[in-house]
């Protein structure tokens, strides 16, 4: 693929990298103290907020979802600041108290067992 080509003829806007974003601006990529790469606030974000969607239900795919940057980045806590909200086929990322710019965002994982997976190839 070529990133300067439209991807669809009925998008009004063509998609380049310069105006693709994966993430809402109030959230970044970094390092992460809990695990290689993380997701950060950039400002502060309210409590009760949907961040955007993280996972889509696909049957092809390992436990059955595709994850986005919102649920590839975010790591694991026993008392995370976030869950997941399951809407049709897809889930979003959710704040359950303010997050503070400079938080990382976690959740707790629920969507997979490691040792099943190994298990399982």
Do not use: W
């Not at 998609?15 to 809990?34: A, C, G, H, R, V």
């Not at 997701?39 to 996972?55: P, R, W, Y």
């Not at 959710?94 to 997979?112: Q, R, W």
């Amino acid at each position: 693929m070529i990133f300067d080509e439209p991807l669809l003829d009925d998008i009004d806007d063509e998609l380049t990298m310069e105006n693709y974003k994966p993430l809402p601006k109030s959230l970044t990529i970094k390092q992460s103290n809990i695990d290689g790469l993380g997701l950060f606030a950039t400002v502060d974000i309210e409590k009760n907020t949907t961040l955007g969607v993280s996972h889509v239900k696909h049957h092809d795919y390992l436990n059955g979802y595709i994850r986005t940057a919102l649920g590839g980045f975010v790591n694991h806590s026993l008392e995370p600041n976030c869950k997941l909200r399951e809407v049709g086929n897809e889930m979003y990322l959710h704040t359950l108290k303010e997050i503070k710019s400079g938080e990382e965002l976690t959740l707790t994982y629920k969507l997979y067992n490691p040792v099943e997976i190994i298990d399982e190839r």
